[in-house]
């Protein structure tokens, strides 16, 4: 376990690696936060949303009178009165030439297609007045057939979301000779897995703030991506970027569901560009459940051949993916990003990814911690049980034979990645050990042979996952709108202070904290002598936000890069002050001194207050350390890890108990330690989240049924064990960090992990799958069914 | 209606509607947003403020049942002189939070249950802080840290 080192910097050498305690603490522990909804401003009015209560229908008549004459109202507007200006919300990843996107106005004009879009607004003096008066807005619908199936939504004859029809695109990946490998295949294993519909859940709801100042605006939003957003609001709105900024204050977790240019965003903006006056939206968790974007919800359709040793020969991949009613930013892309992933740490000699994305009367779906890579890892890792049970082998051994060895590094992939480095050998042997892997699979045995009621489970999952999103030449040929680069600036202070701006957008990842300790190392300064500013883009002007494990890889290293130009500029004024060559000098620990004669020397700090002074320059020398730089990456970074999961199910109540679960995660160097075991935690927690607990469910009508916190079960303290974490570590060679990305590997990795032990557990009543949520009840039936065959 | 409460040690008289609820008198009237709001429906217990020493959700109290009562919020648990409550340095130390959107509430939710029981379990822990949800942290360095602050440091590993 990692604690705060108190000791850290104390005499060490270097802060990168240093389990460092967060410097947001300060704030966030004692209520000094600047959430979104904090914010007041002289004049602000309040917004509430109208929305469709029926997941399908026309809106025949939208009467406002009576909303427009309640107290304390100074507007109300249905989507008709914004038609002309409202534009239409982006979809920046048109995955094929062909794809259909449909129009997707902001506030719904004729059709509403999900339940929860907006279909009109109200502005008041104060939040309950404007909840009043939504209240009085009279919406007459007329009713249609909801799309609730993926499957039947394809067929002839069925309704329709979209005058297009309910298909939205099929996108294919195929290397190899399929048709020869599942020739003659010896074992072919056929699976249908389903993901279910997530709902994202940051304890912050959503909230947006918009002030006018003339013909410039500036909106803060809960968003992690208010570059993107800036970007967006300018290209729907027609409002020039110039005269948009965007502030994320402090960002109550986002986990994806904030990577979004949402209706109420635009709305905002164009409701204070006609009222003249600032004003605000806090979400409610209810309104949240039905109007945030989802996440997961695929039917995987599998096929894997293997030889009778259990060598793969290929993998055939069949995904719809529920879009929900619209496309929104990256929709389509999110599926495509387990395309490369579900061969996973496997070699094989053919693959197949062809996924279609289908229109269905939900709320839309979009990114979600891990977005594409955990439904992969999922189906992979499941199957390789399968084919493990299948076979009789023991199921690491099954992956040992077919991963890619450490000593096979770079490894070309069947889906058309290079890895780089990593060791599946090291952190599975780290995993077996901690879990006791061998004496539990020995206490499972006598279970079995005892027929206890209480059956034990082990689950394997050794994972893998694309991280560092993204060279920007994949993101274009994958037809994704924007880059995947990520910037950076250092601003050296006259008194040898520094302030790092970034592009990241931090909301929980502790960039300020974990950034401070990178720029300390390269620059010499003390962590307490940097700080970190980020998420406006007055301020910041440029970034590519924070998502997608992004952060760290890209950011982290545009930093590193900035921090190479602020030494090669202060070189050249420490060569002058000493009355030396450039060439002579050697940086050590934050200072340039003379070679050979460390006496001499200048420390960043003087440098940086001699330009300031700029008395003494060289000719041609601006006076100025300050730097900025841009980095794109040339590839993806590859975390990896093995979860070993032991589960405990009552085989006549259905209930699963995690008995213990150890993960060993190789995310590259580790710059906090704290930081990342916090992020494997809560990865592992949501990931189990979506094997026990959590699922979107929508009633016959289209209502989505868990649209409260009271309804859709996040775990809580007692719902959840204390989990093993442990660490490898193959630097990746990618980065100058050697760094890979961490924000995600924990709920890529634990579902699998954790549906594989119940499945083992239950193998022997002849259960081969059981579906998410894996609840007490369709354990239970899973139980039933499989006895009874 | 009008109500004299005092918050985070100051007394407020004010005339408030009768359904509004606590978490919005304090943060809109009183001014304590260190309160934040998760939910509608009392399960996130991101509000928890004590009430006379008692934790509750403050979304599920009106204010005007605040009337008379002394309240403290997150951002009265310092000392005077801005010294952290053993908590609130349990949670830094422990690495409780990440975002901090559930840190206020769990908080006060950890302090009220340390005053019931000094020195719980790990397992107490876990069952105490049942009504307060985080989405960051998994609950680890959360029932670490209040295992510490009850304990003066973490007697004994969580983990297995």
Same mark, same amino acid.
């Given at each position: 376990?990692?604690?705060?080192?108190?000791?850290?910097?104390? *005499?060490?050498?270097?802060?990168?690696?240093?389990?460092?305690?967060?410097?947001?603490?300060?704030?966030?522990?004692?209520?000094?936060?600047?959430?979104?909804?904090?914010?007041?401003?002289?004049?602000?009015?309040?917004?509430?949303?109208?929305?469709?209560?029926?997941?399908? $229908?026309?809106?025949?008549?939208?009467?406002?009178?009576?909303?427009?004459?309640?107290?304390?109202?100074?507007?109300?507007?249905?989507?008709?009165?914004?038609? $002309?200006?409202?534009?239409?919300?982006?979809?920046?990843?048109?995955?094929?030439?062909?794809?259909?996107?449909?129009?997707?106005?902001?506030?719904?004009?004729?059709?509403?297609?999900?339940?929860?879009?907006?279909?009109?607004?109200?502005?008041?003096?104060?939040?309950?007045?404007?909840?009043?008066?939504?209240?009085?807005?009279?919406?007459?619908?007329?009713?249609?057939?909801?799309?609730?199936?993926?499957?039947?939504?394809?067929?002839?004859?069925?309704?329709?979301?979209?005058?297009?029809?309910?298909?939205?695109?099929?996108?294919?990946?195929?290397?190899?000779?399929?048709?020869?490998?599942?020739?003659?295949?010896?074992?072919?294993?056929?699976?249908?897995?389903?993901?279910?519909?997530?709902?994202?859940?940051?304890?912050?709801?959503?909230?947006?703030?918009?002030?006018?100042? *003339?013909?410039?605006?500036?909106?803060? #939003?809960?968003?992690?991506?208010?570059?993107?957003?800036?970007?967006?609001?300018?290209?729907?709105?027609?409002?020039?970027?110039?005269?948009?900024?965007?502030?994320?204050? @402090?960002?109550?977790?986002?986990?994806?569901?904030?990577?979004?240019?949402?209706?109420?965003?635009?709305?905002?903006?164009?409701?204070?560009?006609?009222?003249?006056?600032?004003?605000?939206?806090?979400? #409610?968790?209810?309104?949240?459940?039905?109007?945030?974007?989802?996440?997961?919800?695929?039917?995987?359709?599998?096929?894997?051949?293997?030889?009778? @040793?259990?060598?793969?020969?290929?993998?055939?991949?069949?995904?719809?993916?529920?879009?929900?009613?619209?496309?929104?930013?990256?929709?389509?892309?999110?599926?495509?990003?387990?395309?490369?992933?579900?061969?996973?740490?496997?070699?094989?000699?053919?693959?197949?990814?062809?996924?279609?994305?289908?229109?269905?009367?939900?709320?839309?779906?979009?990114?979600?911690?891990?977005?594409?890579?955990?439904?992969?890892?999922?189906?992979?890792?499941?199957?390789?049980?399968?084919?493990?049970?299948?076979?009789?082998?023991?199921?690491?051994?099954?992956?040992?034979?077919?991963?890619?060895?450490?000593?096979?590094?770079?490894?070309?992939?069947?889906?058309?990645?290079?890895? @780089?480095?990593?060791?599946?050998?090291?952190?599975?042997?780290?995993?077996?050990?901690?879990?006791?892997?061998?004496?539990?699979?020995?206490?499972?045995?006598?279970?079995?042979?005892?027929?206890?009621?209480?059956?034990?489970?082990?689950?394997?999952?050794?994972?893998?996952?694309?991280?560092?999103?993204?060279?920007?030449?994949?993101?274009?040929?994958?037809?994704?709108?924007?880059?995947?680069?990520?910037?950076?600036?250092?601003?050296?202070?006259?008194?040898?202070?520094?302030?790092?701006?970034?592009?990241?957008?931090?909301?929980?990842?502790?960039?300020?904290?974990?950034?401070?300790?990178?720029?300390?190392?390269?620059?010499?300064?003390?962590?307490?002598?940097?700080?970190?500013?980020?998420?406006?883009?007055?301020?910041?002007?440029?970034?590519?936000?924070?998502?997608?494990?992004?952060?760290?890889?890209?950011?982290?290293?545009?930093?590193?890069?900035?921090?190479?130009?602020?030494?090669?500029?202060?070189?050249?004024?420490?060569?002058?002050?000493?009355?030396?060559?450039?060439?002579?000098?050697?940086?050590?620990?934050?200072?340039?001194?003379?070679?050979?004669?460390?006496?001499?020397?200048?420390?960043? *700090?003087?440098?940086?207050?001699?330009?300031?002074?700029?008395?003494?320059?060289? @000719?041609?020398?601006?006076?100025?350390?300050?730097?900025?730089?841009?980095?794109?990456?040339?590839?993806?970074?590859?975390?990896?890890?093995?979860?070993?999961?032991?589960?405990?199910?009552?085989?006549?109540?259905?209930?699963?108990?995690?008995?213990?679960?150890?993960?060993?995660?190789?995310?590259?160097?580790?710059?906090?330690?704290?930081?990342?075991?916090?992020?494997?935690?809560?990865?592992?927690?949501?990931?189990?989240?979506?094997?026990?607990?959590?699922?979107?469910?929508?009633?016959?009508?289209?209502?989505?049924?868990?649209?409260?916190?009271?309804?859709?079960?996040?775990?809580?303290?007692?719902?959840?064990?204390?989990?093993?974490?442990?660490?490898?570590?193959?630097?990746?060679?990618?980065?100058?960090?050697?760094?890979?990305?961490?924000?995600?590997?924990?709920?890529?990795?634990?579902?699998?992990?954790?549906?594989?032990?119940?499945?083992?557990?239950?193998?022997?009543?002849?259960?081969?799958?059981?579906?998410?949520?894996?609840?007490?009840?369709?354990?239970?039936?899973?139980?039933?069914?499989?006895?009874?065959? | 209606?009008?109500?004299?409460?005092?918050?985070?040690?100051?007394?407020?008289?004010?005339?408030?509607? =009768?359904?509004?609820?606590?978490?919005?008198? +304090?943060?809109?009237?009183?001014?304590?947003?260190?309160? =934040?709001? &998760?939910?509608?429906?009392?399960?996130?217990?991101?509000?928890? !403020?004590? +009430?006379? &020493?008692?934790?509750?959700?403050?979304?599920?109290?009106?204010?005007?049942?605040?009337?008379?009562?002394?309240?403290?919020?997150?951002?009265?648990?310092?000392?005077?002189?801005?010294?952290?409550? =053993?908590?609130?340095?349990?949670?830094?130390?422990?690495?409780?939070?990440?975002?901090?959107?559930?840190? =206020?509430?769990?908080?006060?939710?950890?302090?009220?249950?340390? &005053?019931?029981?000094?020195?719980?379990?790990?397992?107490?822990?876990?069952?105490?802080?049942?009504?307060? +949800?985080?989405?960051?942290?998994?609950?680890?360095?959360?029932?670490?840290? !209040?295992?510490?602050?009850?304990?003066?440091?973490?007697?004994?590993? !969580?983990?297995?």
């Amino acid at each position: 376990m990692t604690t705060v080192d108190a000791k850290a910097g104390v *005499g060490q050498e270097h802060e990168v690696g240093r389990a460092r305690g967060r410097k947001e603490d300060a704030r966030l522990i004692t209520g000094q936060t600047n959430w979104t909804d904090n914010i007041t401003l002289p004049g602000l009015v309040h917004v509430a949303f109208v929305r469709s209560p029926y997941a399908h $229908a026309r809106i025949a008549s939208v009467d406002l009178t009576a909303a427009r004459d309640a107290p304390g109202v100074f507007a109300a507007y249905s989507g008709a009165d914004f038609a $002309a200006e409202q534009g239409s919300l982006p979809c920046a990843w048109p995955v094929t030439p062909d794809i259909v996107i449909p129009d997707h106005p902001p506030m719904a004009v004729d059709t509403v297609r999900y339940g929860g879009e907006i279909v009109a607004c109200v502005v008041a003096r104060d939040r309950y007045a404007a909840a009043d008066a939504a209240e009085l807005v009279d919406v007459t619908y007329e009713g249609l057939d909801p799309v609730l199936d993926m499957e039947a939504a394809l067929t002839e004859g069925s309704p329709k979301v979209h005058e297009a029809g309910n298909k939205s695109f099929t996108w294919e990946l195929v290397n190899g000779d399929l048709d020869a490998a599942f020739r003659d295949a010896p074992v072919v294993i056929e699976r249908t897995y389903g993901q279910q519909r997530l709902i994202p859940s940051a304890m912050e709801p959503r909230a947006v703030v918009c002030a006018p100042v *003339g013909d410039e605006y500036t909106m803060w #939003s809960a968003t992690q991506i208010p570059h993107v957003l800036r970007v967006m609001l300018a290209l729907v709105t027609g409002i020039p970027e110039h005269k948009l900024r965007v502030i994320a204050p @402090d960002v109550g977790g986002g986990f994806g569901s904030k990577l979004q240019v949402t209706g109420e965003e635009v709305l905002a903006l164009l409701l204070a560009r006609k009222l003249g006056r600032p004003v605000k939206w806090t979400e #409610s968790r209810s309104e949240g459940n039905v109007a945030v974007h989802h996440g997961r919800d695929q039917i995987q359709q599998l096929r894997l051949a293997a030889d009778a @040793d259990g060598r793969i020969r290929a993998l055939d991949v069949h995904l719809l993916a529920d879009m929900g009613a619209y496309l929104m930013l990256v929709t389509p892309g999110v599926p495509l990003l387990g395309a490369f992933m579900f061969n996973a740490i496997y070699k094989m000699d053919a693959y197949r990814f062809n996924c279609t994305g289908v229109f269905t009367t939900k709320t839309p779906t979009d990114a979600y911690r891990g977005a594409g890579r955990p439904e992969a890892t999922y189906a992979i890792e499941h199957l390789m049980d399968d084919l493990a049970a299948e076979l009789g082998v023991d199921p690491l051994e099954l992956r040992e034979r077919n991963w890619i060895k450490h000593e096979e590094f770079p490894y070309a992939t069947i889906s058309g990645l290079t890895y @780089d480095t990593g060791n599946y050998e090291a952190a599975t042997a780290t995993a077996k050990e901690l879990f006791h892997y061998d004496q539990l699979r020995k206490e499972q045995s006598e279970r079995v042979s005892g027929d206890a009621t209480v059956r034990l489970g082990i689950g394997i999952s050794t994972f893998t996952e694309m991280c560092g999103l993204a060279p920007s030449r994949v993101l274009g040929s994958l037809a994704y709108a924007a880059g995947g680069w990520e910037h950076a600036s250092i601003r050296m202070l006259p008194t040898g202070k520094v302030e790092v701006v970034t592009g990241s957008s931090a909301h929980g990842q502790g960039h300020e904290t974990a950034w401070s300790q990178i720029v300390a190392d390269q620059l010499g300064v003390p962590f307490e002598d940097i700080r970190v500013l980020h998420g406006d883009t007055a301020i910041a002007p440029k970034g590519m936000d924070t998502y997608g494990s992004r952060s760290l890889v890209v950011g982290g290293t545009a930093i590193v890069n900035a921090c190479d130009k602020v030494r090669q500029k202060a070189r050249v004024i420490a060569a002058a002050m000493l009355e030396a060559s450039p060439d002579d000098l050697e940086w050590d620990a934050g200072r340039w001194a003379v070679r050979g004669d460390p006496d001499q020397g200048k420390t960043i *700090g003087e440098i940086a207050f001699a330009a300031f002074a700029a008395h003494d320059l060289p @000719d041609g020398v601006e006076p100025s350390l300050d730097s900025d730089a841009t980095y794109d990456p040339d590839n993806f970074s590859f975390p990896h890890g093995t979860h070993l999961c032991a589960v405990e199910v009552d085989t006549e109540t259905g209930q699963v108990r995690i008995r213990s679960y150890v993960a060993v995660d190789d995310v590259g160097v580790v710059v906090n330690p704290l930081i990342v075991e916090g992020q494997v935690h809560g990865g592992i927690a949501q990931g189990v989240a979506q094997a026990l607990y959590e699922e979107a469910a929508y009633d016959s009508s289209g209502n989505l049924v868990t649209a409260s916190l009271a309804d859709y079960l996040i775990p809580s303290a007692a719902d959840l064990p204390s989990f093993t974490t442990s660490r490898t570590t193959t630097p990746s060679t990618l980065n100058p960090l050697g760094v890979k990305g961490v924000g995600e590997a924990g709920t890529i990795a634990s579902t699998p992990a954790v549906v594989n032990a119940i499945v083992d557990a239950l193998r022997p009543f002849g259960v081969s799958d059981v579906p998410m949520p894996c609840t007490p009840e369709r354990v239970w039936r899973a139980i039933q069914e499989g006895t009874a065959q | 209606m009008r109500i004299s409460v005092k918050v985070d040690g100051v007394r407020y008289d004010d005339d408030v509607e =009768p359904r509004l609820l606590l978490v919005h008198y +304090l943060r809109e009237q009183a001014g304590r947003t260190g309160t =934040p709001i &998760g939910c509608d429906t009392s399960n996130c217990g991101a509000c928890t !403020v004590l +009430l006379n &020493g008692r934790s509750v959700k403050s979304c599920s109290v009106l204010a005007v049942q605040a009337d008379g009562a002394e309240v403290t919020t997150i951002q009265g648990l310092a000392g005077d002189a801005g010294e952290l409550h =053993p908590m609130q340095q349990a949670f830094h130390e422990e690495h409780a939070l990440q975002c901090g959107y559930c840190t =206020p509430g769990m908080i006060m939710a950890a302090v009220d249950l340390l &005053g019931d029981n000094p020195h719980p379990t790990e397992e107490e822990v876990r069952d105490g802080l049942e009504g307060n +949800l985080c989405r960051c942290t998994g609950y680890q360095n959360i029932v670490r840290a !209040v295992l510490r602050a009850a304990n003066g440091s973490v007697a004994a590993e !969580v983990t297995a």
